[in-house]
C-alpha cells in the first residue's frame, strides 16, 4: 500500500491530503496508520502478540513495540512476562504492568499492504462519518441549501457539501420535480446516528419550514417583533399561519405580506406556487377560530373549551367558502386553532336549537309534572337537566320572572324525587347488569356512567383499567381516505380526554396494576421533559 512502502516525508504528505480531503483532524488520519502498521506487523509476529505501533507526525518516522503485560504465571509467551524477570529489566515493576521492548521495523508484503489500507480506510470513513454528525447534529430547524445529486425510488439524496441528505418522499411537496443538478432549499429535521453512518434527514412539507422561510423574509419575524404563532399546512396546496405583532404600531399581517406581496410571493414562489392565508393571532380561542376561517364569514361560534371543539355558525351562501373544496379550509383552521370545528348554517344551527329546546322541555314535563309553558321557562332560563334544578339553591329559582317562593320550593321538591326515583332505578339495573361495587368507588362516575358502562361490558374496576382513553370518548380514523367516527362509551357525557384518563388511572391505581409511587415518577418525568423542552425551544429563540 502506498501509504504504508511510502517514504517517511510522502507518508505525512498523504495524512495531510486525507485529512483535507475529508475535513478531519490529521492526528486521526495518523491514528487510523498505526493501527494499521500495528496490525499488519501482528500478521508478521503472531496474532497473539500485542504490537504498539507509533508514527512521528512531524517527520513520519516508524516505531514498532511489542507490549509484555507482568504475570505470576506466562500462559502466553507473546503476550505476557514473569514478574522475577520483569524485576530485573525495572525493579518497580508490578502484577498488571506492561513493558514494552522494541521490534525492528517490518517490510509488507501485499497481502499485509492491503489489509492495512482496509484498515486506514475504515478508521477515515468512520472519522467522517463522525464529523458530519457533530457538524449536524446541533442544526435541526435550521434550513439549509444542497445540490440534487440523485433520485433513489422516489427518495431526493441531497449533495451539502461535507455531507449527504436525504429528503424522503413523504416529505417532499406535491408535483415538485426533482432533477440531478438542480438546487434545493429544505429544513433539516433530524439527524441520526445509524450503522450506515449518521443520515441527515430534510423536509419541504414540514409546517416549519415555511415559519424558517418567513423569518429570512420578514426582517420583523427574525427579530422576534412579529411572532408566528401557528402553522398549518396542506402541502403544495395551501397553508395558514397565525401571526401576531408584540409592538402595537407594527400590523403583522401586513409586514409578512410585505409591499404588493413581495414578501408573501417569495415564500409562495420558493414553494411551488403553494397559497398562504396570514391570519391575526388572538389570543381569544373563539375569535382566533373567525379568524382562521378567513376569507368565510362567521355569524356565530359556540366554545367548548374542556372538549376542545367549536361550533360555527355562517350564513347559508358562506357554507360552501367556510368548508372550502374537499373540506381543505376547515381542516386547515382546525389544524391552526387546535379545535375540533363543526360548521353549521344558520337554518341548521336553528333546527338544532329548536330540537334541543324540544327534548329538554319534554325531559321537564315527564320528570317534573309541569305544562309545557312552565317547561319552557325553564329551558330559557338556561337549565339542561333536572339535576340542575334539584341542586341549585332555591334563591335562584326565585329570581326567575313568575316564579314565587312556593312554586320555586315545590319545583326542587320534584326535582329530588325524580333523582331518588332515577337512582333506585340505575341502581337496580347495575346490579342486573352485573356490574361489580368496587367501581362505584371511582372518583368523576355517577350511576348513569356506570351502567352505560355495564352495558358495554365494562363491569369492573380491573375491565375499567383495561381501556383506553378513546374507548371512553370515541375516536376518529380514516377509511378507504374517508374520516369515520367510532363512538366512546362515556361520550354522550362529553367527557374531556384528560377526565377519561384520570378516571382510567384511578382505576389501575385500585387494581393493583400501578402504584402512586410509578404514578408520581410519570409525572415527573412529563414535567421534566416539558421543562426540557422549553430550555430546548428558548435556547433556540436565543440563537435566532
Not at 326535582?415 to 368507588?441: M, Q, Y
Not at 362515556?490 to 388511572?505: F, N, P, S, T
Request: net charge negative.
Amino acid at each position: 500500500m502506498n501509504a504504508i512502502s511510502a517514504n517517511k516525508l510522502e507518508l505525512i504528505q498523504i495524512a495531510d491530503a486525507v485529512a483535507r480531503e475529508k475535513s478531519i483532524e490529521k492526528s486521526l488520519v495518523i491514528e487510523a496508520m498505526e493501527d494499521a502498521l500495528a496490525r499488519a506487523a501482528r500478521s508478521r509476529y503472531g496474532h497473539e502478540t500485542n504490537v504498539k505501533a507509533e508514527i512521528n507526525p512531524q517527520t513520519g518516522e516508524m516505531k514498532l513495540w511489542r507490549l509484555l503485560e507482568v504475570v505470576e504465571t506466562i500462559e502466553n509467551d507473546a503476550a505476557e512476562i514473569a514478574l522475577s524477570e520483569a524485576l530485573h529489566r525495572n525493579p518497580g515493576a508490578e502484577v498488571g504492568d506492561f513493558m514494552s521492548e522494541p521490534l525492528p521495523p517490518i517490510a509488507f508484503g501485499r497481502v499485509a499492504a492491503m489489509a492495512a489500507k482496509q484498515v486506514i480506510t475504515q478508521k477515515v470513513r468512520e472519522a467522517e462519518r463522525d464529523r458530519q454528525y457533530e457538524d449536524f447534529k446541533d442544526r435541526i430547524g435550521e434550513i439549509i441549501n444542497g445540490i440534487i445529486k440523485r433520485v433513489e425510488y422516489g427518495h431526493v439524496i441531497v449533495d451539502l457539501g461535507k455531507a449527504e441528505a436525504i429528503i424522503r418522499r413523504d416529505q417532499q411537496l406535491p408535483r415538485e420535480n426533482y432533477r440531478n443538478g438542480d438546487r434545493v432549499r429544505a429544513l433539516i429535521m433530524d439527524v441520526r446516528r445509524e450503522a450506515r453512518g449518521p443520515q441527515i434527514f430534510l423536509s419541504r412539507s414540514n409546517p416549519l419550514f415555511m415559519t424558517k422561510l418567513f423569518e429570512q423574509e420578514v426582517p420583523e419575524v427574525y427579530d422576534g417583533v412579529i411572532e408566528i404563532k401557528a402553522v398549518a399546512r396542506d402541502p403544495g396546496s395551501r397553508a395558514k399561519i397565525g401571526v401576531h405583532s408584540n409592538d402595537g404600531g407594527i400590523d403583522p399581517v401586513g409586514a409578512c405580506v410585505g409591499m404588493r406581496g413581495s414578501r408573501v410571493q417569495a415564500v409562495v414562489n420558493e414553494l411551488g406556487g403553494e397559497k398562504i392565508d396570514i391570519v391575526p393571532w388572538s389570543p381569544d380561542d373563539a375569535t382566533f377560530v373567525v379568524n382562521a376561517l378567513a376569507p368565510a364569514e362567521v355569524s356565530k361560534v359556540v366554545l367548548d373549551e374542556e372538549l376542545e371543539r367549536i361550533e360555527v355558525v355562517v350564513p347559508d351562501e358562506q357554507l360552501s367558502l367556510a368548508i372550502g373544496r374537499r373540506g381543505q379550509n376547515v381542516r386547515l383552521a382546525s389544524q391552526l386553532s387546535g379545535y375540533e370545528i363543526d360548521i353549521m348554517t344558520e337554518e341548521e344551527e336553528s333546527a338544532k336549537r329548536q330540537e334541543e329546546y324540544k327534548i329538554r322541555s319534554d325531559i321537564f314535563m315527564a320528570g317534573l309534572d309541569v305544562d309545557d309553558m312552565m317547561a319552557g321557562l325553564l329551558v330559557s332560563e338556561g337549565f339542561a337537566s333536572i339535576e340542575e334544578i334539584a341542586l341549585i339553591d332555591v334563591g335562584e329559582l326565585m329570581e326567575i320572572d313568575g316564579l314565587d317562593e312556593e312554586t320555586a320550593q315545590e319545583l326542587q321538591a320534584r326535582g329530588r324525587d325524580f333523582l331518588e326515583a332515577e337512582n333506585k332505578r340505575l341502581e337496580e339495573k347495575r346490579v342486573k347488569l352485573g356490574v361489580k361495587d368496587d367501581i362505584l368507588e371511582i372518583e368523576g362516575l355517577d350511576l348513569k356512567m356506570i351502567v352505560t358502562l355495564g352495558e358495554n361490558d365494562v363491569k369492573s374496576v380491573e375491565d375499567l383499567a383495561g381501556c383506553a382513553t378513546d374507548d371512553l370518548t370515541g375516536w376518529t380514523e380514516r377509511v378507504d381516505g374517508e374520516r369515520k367516527h367510532y363512538d366512546g362509551f362515556l361520550e354522550v357525557y362529553k367527557i374531556a380526554a384528560e377526565a377519561a384518563e384520570a378516571l382510567i388511572m384511578q382505576s389501575r391505581l385500585k387494581a393493583g396494576w400501578v402504584t402512586q409511587e410509578d404514578l408520581d415518577a410519570m409525572k415527573a418525568a412529563e414535567e421534566a421533559q416539558e421543562n426540557d423542552e422549553d430550555t430546548e425551544e428558548e435556547t433556540a429563540e436565543a440563537s435566532t
